[in-house]
């Protein structure tokens, strides 16, 4: 049996909501370290060659001031400022490309997630048996493994860049100034990305290790998730005995219109429905009153004690009864049906005053359409 503080339920929105605004979202240091290192190192093979013949362009300048050049600090202004437009072009672009290499990183799990409340200082962080937990725990003992993983990769990736680039980094010295320059940031930028993209598989690990790790830290168990939705829903006993008073209200209100009402149509036994009918204005018949069992019974024995007349037809009670609501106008499909039905009713209390005819029995064949039917 598990254990009622097992973590085993997967996180509510509420949970994961809660746990994005502290900040608390899935991140891969190595994705975004790998990303960064690998756009560096795409940026450097792309600008290399710009950023080295500006270079070149800067230091020719720079170091071939006249006398004069050298005692005019106006003169000395402008060659600053050229040399900084010339190099400070390709530089900036480099720069943008690590910017967007670092932000999408740094988002590619996880999302974007802007929050000032993980930045918030943490007595907890500061306690030192935490600390000694988090060292030794499964993550550290992961973190470990990473950064060993890191170092003999990484190591092994550098010797066998040095090895591959060997023999044209020697023959350097051969070649003419500014080429061999230009020659120099093409093998760095190929050495560099290659020992960048030895990080991949760092990273293709970290990254489901984080998710996984993120999803684990954010279950909850069985007694939380049930705590969340009494205090998100309300405790289920208050709210059933809200519900409870609603019907005793609701009922209590139909109970009085019953007195009012012009007719009580029946099933006989099971279902009661009473309806009214303003003869002066423009409405439909409304039904004021409806209940099925106990309450049908009720509605009937209040029918009756105010001579409110009793009408047995059970498939236009069911009817009435499952396509209308209360203190609602009846469905214009049963506008025929109810109106034989109501016909009948004032015949039957002028025939009880004296002044008509006894009217004919009900028709048991109301027109009733079969989709309301029940």
């Avoid at 993980?118 to 993550?139: E, Q, T, Y």
């Avoid at 209200?249 to 099971?270: C, E, G, I, L, S």
């Amino acid at each position: 049996m598990a254990d009622a503080h097992e973590k085993t339920e997967d996180p509510t929105s509420k949970r994961q909501s809660e746990a994005k605004d502290k900040g608390q979202i899935a991140r891969s240091r190595e994705l975004a370290t790998t990303l960064v290192l690998i756009g560096s190192a795409a940026a450097l093979l792309l600008l290399g060659k710009n950023i080295g013949i500006a270079l070149y362009h800067v230091m020719q300048r720079a170091f071939t001031l006249s006398r004069d050049e050298t005692y005019d600090f106006n003169h000395m202004f402008q060659i600053l400022g050229s040399t900084v437009s010339e190099i400070s072009v390709p530089v900036l672009f480099y720069m943008l490309v690590v910017f967007v290499a670092g932000m999408y990183g740094n988002i590619a799990l996880g999302g974007y997630n802007f929050t000032l409340k993980s930045a918030a200082p943490k007595a907890s962080k500061l306690n030192p048996l935490k600390g000694l937990k988090r060292m030794f725990g499964i993550n550290g003992i992961v973190e470990l493994l990473k950064a060993l993983a890191k170092f003999i990769v990484v190591a092994v990736t550098t010797y066998l860049s040095l090895k591959l680039f060997q023999d044209e980094a020697l023959h350097l010295d051969m070649e003419l100034y500014p080429r061999n320059m230009v020659h120099a940031l093409d093998l760095l930028g190929w050495a560099f990305l290659i020992i960048c993209c030895s990080m991949i598989p760092i990273a293709i690990f970290d990254v489901p290790y984080q998710k996984f790790k993120h999803d684990k830290e954010m279950k909850m168990t069985k007694q939380e998730v049930k705590d969340e939705r009494k205090n998100s829903e309300g405790d289920p006993q208050v709210k059933s005995r809200i519900r409870r008073l609603q019907f005793q209200a609701a009922a209590k209100r139909m109970m009085q219109a019953v007195p009012t009402a012009d007719v009580v149509v029946t099933n006989p036994t099971h279902y009661s429905v009473a309806l009214k009918y303003d003869q002066h204005g423009n409405r439909a018949p409304i039904m004021v009153a409806k209940g099925q069992d106990e309450m049908a019974m009720h509605i009937r024995t209040i029918a009756t004690a105010h001579d409110v007349p009793l009408v047995a037809s059970p498939m236009l009670a069911r009817a009435i009864f499952y396509s209308t609501e209360v203190d609602h106008e009846i469905p214009a499909k049963l506008f025929m049906a109810v109106a034989q039905v109501l016909a009948y009713v004032y015949q039957l209390k002028a025939y009880n005053k004296g002044k008509g005819r006894k009217p004919a029995p009900l028709s048991k064949n109301l027109p009733i359409p079969p989709e309301l039917r029940r």
